[in-house]
């Protein structure tokens, strides 16, 4: 019987670096955005595009891989998170969308994405991101996840008054009651990493506003330099780890039973 060609999963393995790496990365994500937008004076709308800019040739980089690459692939998440992010506050401070609004839009838009995701390959896995059409699909869903957690996270931490630190602390407990929940075996392994994955975004956000802004608004007055580079030097190293060690990289057949659980 002829075997099936090995083929690589062109994203990681979720593993507990990747969730270190993706809470940093969502924390810049904030702070960058911040930074580039206000603190270097370009604005909101010269550094959205700039940016979306840059992010269409770090994609382009990505996509030509094959298989998962560290640099490569964590370069786009973290310019995915700082362009979710933009686009958020474009529809809340240029546009005049309500948060609220903009919370509602991004889950229906990222249900959307899910919806036709499975009616075209019939599977959601992230074990099975081999072909360039799944891989579309899982990047359109990683920026509206970003998006929707950037606008459901200043919903709660702006409108319910809780702070950025207490704002964090509420979104830490969401996360471990869905870790729970899978544990448990009471949850899709599936929806458990797209929630988690949702909700990391105003996690990472909650606590980068809290080490970067000023006593007054309620932070540690870091800045959104230092606290930026922090991040973006850890991640650089959890990078180079991988890289050297080869974690993360993950061997598909294209074969992977459909209702096989993540």
Same mark, same amino acid.
């Given at each position: 019987?002829?075997? /099936?060609?090995?083929?690589?999963?062109?994203?990681?393995?979720?593993?507990?670096?990747? $969730?270190?790496?993706? %809470?940093?990365?969502?924390?810049?994500?904030?702070?960058?955005?911040?930074? /580039?937008?206000?603190?270097?004076?370009?604005?909101?709308?010269?550094?959205?595009? +700039?940016?979306?800019?840059?992010?269409?040739?770090?994609?382009?980089?990505?996509?030509?891989?094959?298989?998962?690459?560290?640099?490569?692939? $964590?370069?786009?998440?973290? /310019?995915?998170?700082?362009?979710?992010?933009?686009?958020?506050?474009?529809?809340?401070?240029?546009?005049?969308?309500?948060?609220?609004?903009?919370?509602?839009?991004?889950? %229906?838009?990222?249900?959307?994405?899910?919806?036709?995701?499975? !009616?075209?390959?019939?599977?959601?896995?992230?074990?099975?991101?081999?072909?360039?059409?799944?891989?579309?699909?899982?990047? /359109?869903?990683?920026?509206?996840?970003?998006? %929707?957690?950037?606008?459901?996270?200043?919903?709660?931490?702006?409108?319910?008054?809780?702070?950025? +630190?207490?704002?964090?602390?509420? +979104?830490?407990?969401?996360?471990? !009651?869905?870790?729970?929940?899978?544990?448990?075996?009471?949850?899709?392994?599936?929806?458990?990493?797209? %929630?988690?994955?949702?909700?990391?975004? *105003?996690?990472?956000?909650?606590?980068?506003?809290?080490?970067?802004?000023?006593?007054?608004?309620?932070?540690?007055?870091?800045?959104?330099?230092?606290?930026?580079?922090? +991040?973006?030097?850890?991640?650089?190293?959890?990078?180079?780890?991988?890289?050297?060690?080869?974690?993360?990289?993950?061997?598909?057949?294209?074969?992977? *039973?459909?209702?096989?659980?993540?």
């Amino acid at each position: 019987m002829q075997s /099936l060609p090995v083929t690589y999963n062109r994203v990681p393995q979720v593993t507990v670096d990747f $969730w270190l790496i993706k %809470l940093m990365a969502v924390t810049v994500g904030e702070t960058a955005a911040d930074y /580039l937008a206000v603190n270097l004076g370009y604005g909101l709308s010269a550094t959205s595009w +700039f940016m979306s800019a840059v992010l269409a040739v770090a994609l382009i980089i990505q996509f030509s891989q094959k298989k998962y690459v560290p640099w490569s692939y $964590w370069l786009a998440v973290v /310019l995915v998170s700082i362009v979710g992010t933009l686009v958020t506050d474009n529809m809340v401070d240029n546009l005049g969308i309500t948060l609220q609004a903009s919370t509602v839009f991004f889950t %229906l838009v990222l249900a959307l994405t899910f919806t036709g995701w499975y !009616a075209v390959e019939r599977t959601l896995s992230i074990h099975t991101i081999f072909t360039t059409r799944r891989e579309l699909f899982y990047w /359109l869903a990683i920026l509206f996840t970003f998006s %929707l957690g950037t606008a459901s996270g200043d919903l709660v931490s702006e409108s319910f008054g809780t702070g950025y +630190f207490y704002a964090g602390v509420v +979104f830490a407990v969401v996360i471990a !009651a869905i870790a729970a929940a899978y544990y448990a075996g009471v949850m899709n392994g599936i929806l458990a990493f797209w %929630l988690a994955y949702i909700f990391t975004r *105003p996690l990472g956000a909650s606590f980068g506003d809290y080490l970067s802004q000023p006593p007054e608004y309620g932070g540690l007055g870091l800045g959104t330099i230092a606290t930026s580079w922090l +991040f973006l030097g850890t991640i650089a190293a959890i990078i180079l780890y991988m890289t050297a060690t080869g974690q993360g990289r993950e061997m598909t057949n294209g074969a992977v *039973p459909e209702a096989m659980p993540d």
